[in-house]
């Protein structure tokens, strides 16, 4: 009798007449209150009409009848699983599989158990059956790629993915999360494409549109990026990343005031947002908005010292405080950039004819860093050096371009190449000194050295301050930038050149015709202080202190860089703060070639360096020109640098011991010209004679690191610190 009123049931059920169904299983329990089938069967009802509680009660229930009911065991689970009983639900679908070994939806849940658990490679050990099981499931496949994406292995997981969308071809959920995964692998045409693929069949998720202007943003197609930021939060209002990244775009095509607002409105989200506080204040400084300044540095001090991570860049430009900055070095490299699971080089011992050097960069164009390098590579040693460059920056096209493709043997244009192919690029060369020319600088690139590319691998030039990574062998400094006594705050080991760590760029031509003061915006009398740096590097401290000397030198200016309008505009409101004509600040329109900008700057008196952060490459445009640069000793490898540059050209004495000594050195060379005169003398005879311009001994210099660096490791010596001795 049972069985043909369950049939009837069961017939209600397939007809969607679940109440009457219900009803007569109901029936069945008044009568029979252990009845396996009738609780099971009214569970799972119970289920179906969204009584989750009730019907999970149930299920358990029949299940102290037959406990290995691998069925009722999984619909059990399943029903845990919506009441986030996540644990309990593992139980009953693993009691399911112990049963039922080949049970595919079983493995498919209990895997998404455990990826809500954090528990990602045991979750893959379910995806990995269900597929097999499953081969022609796109769902199944989709699972799988999340998993191994969960687990950093973006390659097998843009396999699967790949493989459910050949099932599936409109599969939106795989497109989107083959783009991440492109995303990651630093693929961004692909994570286009996907992207854009997604947003077409599924033009209401915000999730495609925030893929595709990541995506449009790494490809350099600012303005789309923009846009489709735009519309992915006029879909999904107050997503705090959509928002943040959206801010961070904005801060890199320096719509700064933007992207401060944008930083604040992710603040207000999210308080603890990674990254975001000390990104606010690095927005609101390049447009010396000085606003609740030290109360905003208080806070982002704070929130660090809570475990909040900051972008060691802005470490850099914040604290003037070595030991924080290395911290937040060694956090960010430890996050963002770990040593890969398998280094490419694994201990061989090269034996090439040639020292093999690569250098790797974004700014192998008209940069700074080129002007200053230049000579450097040009004057390498190619009996004993073979040179490499590694170059994902732009192709400007310039003449400085030109210039460095033709002072490398090996110039190779890597924009459109993946972290992880670049390494293997250069463990397939044999490099034996892998140089990062950049750190954590702006379009850098840290996915390669993880990956331990050569035996040695060293930080140089670009970042002042150490990268926190083990892989990091090597930072090239010298005693005045990182004193025996801080080489504590040092991921790597210290490598002393016996001069300025920094090339001067001595050689570079100076255009014959200088502009006038006149034409230069300048007046024709008065005295002229230059202080062309990043504006981030004005500190209002720094700005009383040069405004002062404005007061006290009638018809004196400051001569700044060029700069937005919005930091031009607050520095000048600053300066009327301060009982100083806006007007005499006079920000210097751009040029474009560097003899011209070289000639230019010898219209200046004297240039005024900055603290904490110094002047680097531009103090070595002054000095170059004749410009004497009066500079004091900062707290950190930044703030060192001025010195460094000073002593390496015989400019000892214009390194103040205070900022006290600093501004009233300043005031005695303005007002005594024949004492500027000799300072101005000795700096052009020393442009001859001083190491910060000989670029040749500078270059034998560096290649003595080099070879001392390459000996160790071919003799199978662990990196360890050094000092490169002085030549006669």
């Known amino acids: 009798m049972n069985q043909v009123v369950l049939q009837n049931a069961l017939a209600l059920r397939r007809a969607g007449r679940l109440a009457e169904a219900a009803a007569i299983y109901s029936e069945i329990l008044r ?37 290995r009911a691998a069925d009722a065991l999984y619909n059990r689970g399943s029903l845990l699983l919506k009441l986030n009983r996540r644990e309990e639900a593992l139980a009953c679908f693993s009691s399911a599989l112990a049963i039922k070994p080949d049970y595919a939806e079983a493995h498919g849940n209990c895997g998404t158990a455990l990826m809500q658990l954090g528990r990602h490679a045991e979750a893959l050990a379910h995806f990995d059956p269900l597929v097999q099981l499953r081969p022609k499931s796109p769902e199944a496949w ?72 990541d995506a449009l943003a790494k490809l350099g197609r600012a303005d789309e990026a923009l846009e489709n930021y735009d519309r992915a939060i006029a879909l999904k209002p107050g997503n705090v990343e959509t928002v943040y990244n959206r801010a961070i775009h904005l801060l890199s095509m320096r719509r700064f005031e933007e992207a401060a607002q944008g930083l604040t409105q992710v603040l207000e989200l999210d308080p603890d947002c990674p990254y975001a506080r000390g990104s606010l204040v690095f927005a609101k400084l390049c447009i010396c908005d000085w606003r609740n300044l030290d109360g905003e540095l208080a806070a982002v ?54 020292i093999r050097v690569a250098y790797l960069s974004g700014n192998f164009h008209a940069h700074a860093v080129a002007r200053l390098m230049a000579g450097v590579f040009e004057h390498h040693d190619r009996e004993r050096f073979q040179t ?37 690029r250069l463990r397939d060369m044999e490099i034996d000194i892998a140089i990062d020319l950049m750190g954590f600088t702006e379009d850098c690139r840290p996915t390669i050295l993880p990956h331990r590319v050569a035996p040695v691998q060293v930080n140089y030039l670009g970042y002042a301050a150490t990268m926190g990574a083990d892989y990091v062998d090597y930072i090239i400094a010298d005693k005045i930038v990182v004193p025996d006594a801080r080489r504590a705050h040092y991921t790597e080991n210290v490598v002393h050149l016996p001069y300025s760590y920094l090339p001067g760029g001595g050689g570079r031509p100076i255009a014959e015709r200088a502009p006038s003061r006149g034409e230069a915006g300048l007046p024709d009398n008065g005295f002229v202080f230059c202080a062309f740096h990043h504006v981030y590097k004005i500190t209002p401290e720094m700005f009383d202190l040069w405004m002062r000397l404005l007061r006290e030198m009638d018809g004196s200016v400051l001569w700044l860089a060029q700069t937005n309008a919005s930091a031009a505009a607050n520095l000048r409101q600053e300066a009327q703060a301060r009982s100083v004509a806006g007007e005499r600040l006079v920000f210097a329109d751009f040029v474009a070639s560097d003899a011209d900008h070289l000639a230019r700057l010898t219209l200046a008196d004297l240039f005024l360096d900055a603290l904490p952060y110094n002047a680097h490459a531009t103090a070595c445009d002054a000095l170059w020109a004749g410009v004497p640069v009066l500079s004091a000793v900062g707290e950190t490898f930044a703030g060192r640098v001025g010195a460094s540059l000073l002593r390496s050209a015989g400019l000892g004495d214009m390194i103040a011991p205070s900022p006290d000594s600093y501004e009233t050195m300043a005031l005695e060379f303005a007002r005594n010209k024949n004492a500027l005169q000799a300072v101005k003398d000795k700096l052009m005879h020393n442009r001859k004679t001083s190491a910060l311009f000989d670029t040749l001994r500078f270059t034998r210099d560096l290649e003595r690191a080099y070879t001392i660096m390459w000996e160790r490791s071919q003799t199978g010596l662990a990196p360890q610190s050094f000092a490169v001795a002085k030549t006669p």
């Open 31 to 67: 009568q029979q209150p252990r009845h396996f089938e009738a609780l099971h069967a009214l569970g799972i009802l119970r289920y179906q009409a969204g009584a989750l509680d009730e019907a999970e009660q149930l299920i358990a229930r029949a299940l102290t009848i037959e406990p």
């Open 142 to 213: 989709y699972m799988r790629g999340v998993g191994l994406r969960k687990l950093d292995r973006y390659d097998d997981a843009r396999v699967s993915f790949s493989k459910a969308i050949a099932l599936k071809p409109h599969y939106a959920d795989a497109l989107r999360s083959r783009s991440e995964a492109s995303l990651r692998l630093e693929d961004f045409s692909a994570a286009l494409a996907d992207a854009g693929q997604a947003r077409a069949l599924d033009p209401g998720n915000a999730e495609a549109y925030q893929l595709c202007a």
């Open 301 to 354: 001090r704070e929130s660090t010292n809570k475990g909040t991570p900051l972008g060691p860049f802005h470490a850099l430009v914040l604290y003037p405080d070595e030991a924080a900055i290395h911290s937040v070095a060694r956090a960010f490299a430890a996050e963002k950039f770990p040593p890969a699971p398998q280094p490419l080089w694994k201990g061989e011992r090269y034996r090439h004819d040639r």
């Open 388 to 424: 490499f460059a590694l170059s994902f920056g732009p192709d400007d096209k310039s003449p400085m371009r030109r210039r460095l493709t033709q002072a490398f043997e090996h110039f190779i244009d890597i924009r459109d190449e993946r972290g992880d192919r670049t390494a293997q």
